[in-house]
């Protein structure tokens, strides 16, 4: 085999294997993760508010079976602070029904970094 052919196949390995793969940890995967661990935190220690969805967003991203959607929301804290925040949540298609633009839903925010939010799953009451 010459060199010629073997660089040209590093060369091709390259920019269809490795560079696809390192760019979708650095834009997908990693960021999910930092904000589910955030996400965690904030659900322990975080205030209560409602917030406005201002924008949902589908990505390429699937957890579960479920497609990650990139959900914004406007909120106002107990400064009474207007803060815009997004965060990435697997949500089933059911559940993006009741998370369009426009509707209000509960959130929590951590007092110290209000742009740190999680979303409240809020539990099903049943009455007698």
Do not use: C, H
């Not at 975080?46 to 390429?60: F, H, K, L, R």
């Not at 991203?61 to 949540?89: A, C, H, Q």
């Amino acid at each position: 085999m010459s060199n010629t052919f073997i660089i040209t196949m590093v060369i091709i390995a390259l920019v269809f294997g490795v560079f696809p793969m390192a760019r979708f940890l650095y834009t997908n995967f990693i960021p999910y993760l930092k904000d589910s661990f955030s996400q965690d935190a904030v659900l322990k220690n975080g205030m209560v508010t409602d917030a406005e969805i201002v924008n949902t967003i589908q990505t390429s991203s699937w957890d579960g079976n479920k497609p990650v959607y990139k959900l914004t929301f406007r909120f106002k804290t107990k400064e009474d602070d207007l803060v815009e925040s997004t965060i990435m949540k697997p949500l089933t298609f059911k559940e993006i029904e009741t998370l369009k633009e426009g509707y209000i839903t509960t959130i929590k925010y951590d007092p110290e970094n209000p742009n740190k939010i999680a979303l409240v799953d809020n539990p099903l009451i049943l009455v007698d």
